[in-house]
C-alpha cells in the first residue's frame, strides 16, 4: 500500500543522510530490492560533487524441487481455490529460497534494478545478478570499494557517469533482458534526479521496437531461467555484447570501472571469467550458456518479440502498459495477436478483487472470460501499490489465463498474463478507465510482433457501440460511484501524489518537478 510515495520518500533521506556526514569523501550504495535500489540511483545521481558507485545485493539461488519465490506468494490464492493442500503450502513456503539474501530468482523490479544500476555505468562490469553472499559476491564488494577510491583520485563524479548515452545505453539494455515494467517508471526519475532528459512513451516505443530481447529468465521465458543462470551466462556485459552488433548502443560512454563501454565490451569478449562462468553454467546444470542469453540471429529465428507493449484507446489516452510476450500462449490467435472482448468486473478496492478471485466473501467470484478492471489505485487513489496478489494469482491458477485484468495501478516485475497496467489518466485524475461499470464490454488487442495495442470500451450490458457511440457514452457518463481515494491514505501520501501529479504523473517517474510546483502555486 502507498509503496512508490516510499522511493521518493527513501531518496529524500539518503540524500540528506549523505548530506550530514562530515569528511565526506565518497558513497558506495548497497542495494538490490524494489523500492531500495531506484532510491538510490536517484540520490546518487543528485549528489553530484561525490563519487558513487553502487553493489548490487545480487540474487538469492534457486531451491531444488521447489516453487520459486513468485509463484509461492500465490499460495493463499490457490489454496483458497482448491488446487494446493495446506501441507503441500507449508512446505513450498519453507522451501523457496535456496540462499540467504539478495533479489528474488526472477528477473522482476528488484534484479531488473541491479540490471540498469550496470547498463548505466553505476556499477562494475558483471555485478548485476551476482549469486548473494557467495565469494564472487564477497569479492566484488571488495572490488567495488576499491573502485571508489579509483574514482576519488581521478575525481570522477556521477555527472561524468549519468549521461543522456549512459540513459539510452540502459533504456536499450532494459529492452533486451525483458526488465520490470517498473522501470518504466523508475529509470525517468533517476534521468530527473540527474538532470537529464526523461525518456518519453514515445521514447520506450522507439527502443523497443529496435531493440530484440535476447534473454531467456523467468518470468518471461521461452524457458523460466532463474536470474543466477543468467549471470552465468554472462549478464550484462554478454547482453550488451550482443547489442554492439547492432550498433545500438554508445560504446563512448563511462563506467565506473575507469573504462568505457566499449573498452569493457573489448575485455569480457577475451576474459578468463567470462570463460569460467559460462562452463560453470554448463557443467553444474546442463544449460547451454547461448540458450540464457541468445544471439541476435537465434533470437530472430525464434521470433523473440519485444517483452514491453504500449497499448492505446479509448481508456488509455495516455498510454498504458503490458507484458506483451508473457501473456499465456493458449489464448492467442493463430497469428500471436491477443484479441479478447468481455464483460467488465469493476473493483475500487484491491482487497475486495482478491475475494472475487479466491471466490470468498459478497462479490460474485471472477470467472473465466472476465475482464477484471482495478481502478483508484494509482498515485492519488493509493499510493500507487504493486498488485502482485493479483496478477499472481491469475498466473497460478489453472483458469487464469482465461482472465484478463486492467488497471492504474503498477505490477510487480514478476507480473505476467493480459495484464494491463499504469493506464492514463488514472481513475482519480479523471481518465475514463474510472468511468467502466460492471457488464460493460472491453475490446483487447495487443500484437506482441508489432508492439500495438489498444484497449477500448465497445458496448454496455445491453449492446455493442461504434467508436464514435464509445466516445461519447465515456463524455456523458460520470464516474463510478465508489471510486475514491483509500480513507487509509496518509497525508504525506496525498501530499506527494498532488506534487507528483502536477509535475508530469506517472509516465515521467513519479517525481517532483521543482519547477512546474512552483509555476503551478505562482499562477
Excluded at 551466462?233 to 547482453?239: H, R
Excluded at 463524455?475 to 460511484?481: A, I, L, Q, T
Aim: glycine share 10%; net charge neutral; charged share 25%.
Amino acid at each position: 500500500f502507498d509503496s512508490l510515495a516510499y522511493r521518493n520518500d527513501a531518496a529524500m533521506v539518503f540524500r540528506r543522510l549523505a548530506r550530514s556526514l562530515p569528511g565526506l569523501r565518497g558513497l558506495l550504495a548497497v542495494g538490490g530490492c524494489d523500492k531500495s535500489l531506484p532510491a538510490m540511483l536517484m540520490a546518487l545521481a543528485s549528489l553530484r560533487d561525490w563519487p558513487s558507485l553502487v553493489m548490487p545485493t545480487g540474487v538469492t539461488l534457486p531451491s531444488r524441487d521447489a516453487e520459486d519465490t513468485a509463484e509461492v506468494q500465490t499460495l493463499g490464492a490457490r489454496f483458497a481455490r482448491g488446487e494446493i493442500s495446506l501441507e503441500r503450502a507449508a512446505e513450498m513456503g519453507c522451501r523457496a529460497c535456496g540462499s540467504a539474501g539478495g533479489a528474488c530468482q526472477f528477473l522482476g523490479t528488484a534484479a531488473t534494478g541491479q540490471v540498469m544500476a550496470e547498463a548505466l555505468g553505476l556499477s562494475l562490469p558483471h555485478a548485476a545478478l551476482v549469486p548473494s553472499g557467495q565469494p564472487m559476491w564477497l569479492d566484488l564488494a571488495r572490488r567495488s570499494a576499491r573502485a571508489l577510491m579509483d574514482l576519488d583520485q581521478r575525481g570522477v563524479r556521477p555527472p561524468d557517469i549519468l549521461t543522456q548515452a549512459a540513459l539510452r545505453n540502459a533504456m536499450v539494455v532494459f529492452a533486451a533482458v525483458g526488465g520490470s515494467t517498473n522501470w518504466i517508471l523508475h529509470l525517468p526519475a533517476v534521468a530527473h534526479a540527474a538532470k537529464l532528459s526523461r525518456p518519453s512513451l514515445e521514447d520506450w516505443e522507439e527502443v523497443h521496437r529496435r531493440t530484440p530481447r535476447l534473454v531467456s529468465v523467468l518470468p518471461n521465458g521461452p524457458v523460466n531461467h532463474p536470474t543466477v543462470r543468467v549471470w552465468l551466462a554472462g549478464g550484462v556485459p554478454e547482453v550488451m555484447l550482443r547489442l554492439r552488433e547492432l550498433n545500438l548502443l554508445d560504446l563512448e560512454a563511462m563506467t565506473v570501472s575507469g573504462l568505457t563501454v566499449g573498452q569493457v565490451l573489448e575485455w569480457w569478449e577475451q576474459s578468463e571469467r567470462r570463460r569460467a562462468c559460462r562452463r560453470r553454467l554448463q557443467e553444474a546444470d546442463a544449460v547451454d550458456p547461448d540458450q540464457v542469453i541468445f544471439s541476435v540471429q537465434e533470437a530472430r529465428q525464434m521470433g523473440l518479440g519485444s517483452t514491453v507493449c504500449f497499448p492505446r484507446g479509448n481508456l488509455a489516452p495516455d498510454g498504458s502498459v503490458i507484458k506483451s510476450t508473457a501473456i499465456d500462449r493458449r489464448v492467442l490467435d493463430p497469428d500471436g495477436v491477443y484479441r479478447k472482448t468481455g464483460p467488465a468486473r469493476v473493483f475500487c478496492r484491491e482487497a475486495d478483487a482478491i475475494a472475487a478471485i479466491k471466490g470468498v466473501g459478497p462479490q460474485q467470484p471472477i470467472r473465466p472470460g472476465d475482464v477484471l478492471v482495478l481502478i483508484g489505485l494509482g498515485p492519488l487513489g493509493a499510493g500507487m501499490p504493486e498488485i502482485y496478489q493479483i496478477t499472481g494469482a491469475l498466473r497460478h491458477l489453472s483458469w487464469g489465463h482465461e482472465v484478463a485484468l486492467l488497471t492504474d495501478a503498477r505490477f510487480s516485475g514478476v507480473s505476467t498474463g493480459a495484464c494491463i497496467g499504469l493506464i492514463g489518466p488514472e481513475a482519480l485524475a479523471g481518465g475514463p478507465v474510472g468511468k467502466l461499470r460492471d457488464g460493460d464490454q472491453i475490446r483487447i488487442v495487443v500484437d506482441p510482433h508489432r508492439l500495438e495495442g489498444r484497449v477500448d470500451l465497445v458496448g454496455d450490458r445491453e449492446r455493442l457501440f461504434s467508436p464514435e457511440e464509445a466516445e461519447a457514452e465515456l463524455r456523458r457518463r460520470p464516474m463510478h460511484p465508489e471510486l475514491a481515494p483509500d480513507p487509509r491514505l496518509s497525508e504525506e501520501t496525498r501530499l506527494w501524489a498532488a506534487l507528483q501529479t502536477v509535475s508530469g504523473g506517472p509516465w515521467i517517474g513519479c517525481v517532483y518537478d521543482l519547477e512546474a510546483i512552483l509555476r503551478k502555486l505562482q499562477a
